[in-house]
């Protein structure tokens, strides 16, 4: 054994479930080992004051250990946890919660057990797969553990069967006739709805094709549940390609989704969340913990498509959802007529900006629901929600780290944390989405 090579006891797990050994007077993280085991590990970068291992080999396993599904687990970077049992992956969640609250915020509260699935398999409704073109042939994989490198699969069990069922058409499709620029598909993504249709995504470089119509019926003679396919040149899928226009699509325009009974149009770059059994969980969750009565005013900030402000509306007297993407709000309105709610107001703009002028034409908020995106909420909008003074605020994030540093906000704001309950969006991976309820302590 080399100088770099190393003998383990793991301890503890990190906030992206490595391993923990202390050795030498140092922290050692190993991804894949586990709290009991001992592990031989080979340090592969040194910092000041830790080091990170890749796990050789596992003397001792945990009892948690499991055999993962995925034949390219710990090379493929999507999942991180499929080595832990379910039980374990969920106490690790609730544990990293706790953890991010009292190392990050300072804050010591109850963190309930993490909401999980009966079955944490083929759950997600959205993937983006990566494409490589070698030797004249297209393959569909994800980038590796931490890395940009491709690692071919042609399964995912994060994904319903069918769905990779209709990436391997498509590439089969490419690999046979030349419907694009050799070598132009860079990313695929696959969306579907509760009824298994599908809508594909498809990323090229260069100058988007004139009319993918041709291409769209011959995979549907391969796949009769494909509804939709868009060509985009961006660089990223999100609202921006709307807005920007650098897209084609052939087919219907968008997929229609049913969430807690209400029904919604489902856009190519819309935002959903990619767990529909747990977001109608969380959802449930979230706007019993927001709307104790039904005759309270409800703003709800990054609303997006309007999905949970429409869900509220339902539940409460009026809900105004404020959104940045002006394509989003023309998808919450057209929500609100698919669903005939008239008690739903979509504004357009920066919270900051939107949230005091609702203030000044005199709408007081009884709560305020944010679902910010990973980096957490700004700093102007976290003052301008505590200089709303609502009762209530329920604060949804993918995020528990970012989310910590924004609760030690609303606290010092005149807040106390009255519930915290997180809800397993991502099973089989280190990420988990949690809700923090607070209420006002401070008149």
């Given at each position: ?5 190393l ?54 396993p ?232 039904k ?28 959104e ?6 023309f998808?919450a ?7 005939q ?6 504004v ?20 305020v ?25 329920v ?38 989405e ?5 209420i006002?302590?401070?008149?």
């Open positions: 054994m080399s100088n770099q090579d003998i383990c006891n793991i301890t503890s797990l990190g906030f992206q479930g490595e391993g923990i050994c202390r050795t030498d007077g140092q922290v050692t993280f190993i991804p894949f080992a586990l709290p009991g085991e001992t592990v031989t590990a080979t340090i592969t970068k040194q910092q000041n004051n830790f080091r990170q291992a890749k796990l050789l080999d596992v003397l001792s945990a009892p948690q250990r499991v055999a993962p599904l995925c034949p390219v687990f710990t090379l493929c970077g999507g999942c991180t946890s499929q080595h832990m049992d379910y039980p374990t992956q969920l106490k690790f969640k609730q544990e990293g919660i706790q953890n991010n609250l009292r190392k990050i915020a300072g804050i010591e509260t109850t963190i309930k057990p993490v909401i999980g699935l009966a079955e944490p398999w083929r759950y997600r409704n959205k993937i983006t797969w990566q494409i490589m073109y070698t030797n004249g042939t297209y393959q569909a994989g994800f980038f590796g553990h931490k890395s940009n490198r491709f690692v071919q699969t042609k399964v995912c069990f994060l994904a319903p069967g069918f769905m990779e069922a209709a990436v391997q058409a498509l590439l089969d499709e490419l690999n046979k006739t030349p419907w694009l620029p050799e070598g132009s598909l860079q990313q695929l993504v696959t969306r579907t709805n509760q009824e298994g249709q599908l809508l594909l995504v498809l990323r090229v470089t260069g100058d988007l094709p004139s009319d993918g119509s041709a291409l769209l019926e011959a995979l549907q003679l391969k796949v009769p549940s494909l509804q939709s396919m868009v060509f985009t040149n961006q660089g990223a899928f999100d609202e921006d390609s709307l807005n920007t226009g650098r897209y084609i699509e052939s087919g219907q325009s968008s997929l229609e989704e049913t969430i807690l009974g209400l029904r919604f149009q489902l856009s190519p770059f819309s935002f959903l969340q990619v767990n529909h059994a747990m977001a109608e969980k969380l959802y449930d969750y979230a706007l019993a913990q927001a709307l104790p009565a005759d309270g005013t409800l703003i709800d900030i990054y609303s997006g498509v309007g999905t949970m402000s429409l869900i509220a509306a339902q539940r409460c007297k009026q809900v105004y959802g404020l940045l993407f002006s394509s989003s709000i998808d309105k057209a929500n609100a007529a698919l669903n709610i008239d008690n739903a107001h979509f357009e703009g920066p919270a900051e900006i939107t949230l005091p002028t609702l203030l000044a034409a005199g709408i007081q908020a009884d709560c629901l944010l679902d910010p995106p990973r980096k957490g909420a700004h700093a102007a909008v976290l003052n301008a929600i505590i200089k709303a003074k609502p009762e209530r605020i604060y949804i994030s993918c995020n528990p780290a970012s989310q910590a540093r924004d609760a030690a906000v609303i606290l010092q704001g005149g807040y106390a944390i009255e519930a915290c309950q997180a809800f397993d969006m991502f099973c089989q991976t280190a990420e988990v949690n809700v923090i309820t607070f006002r302590s401070n008149p």
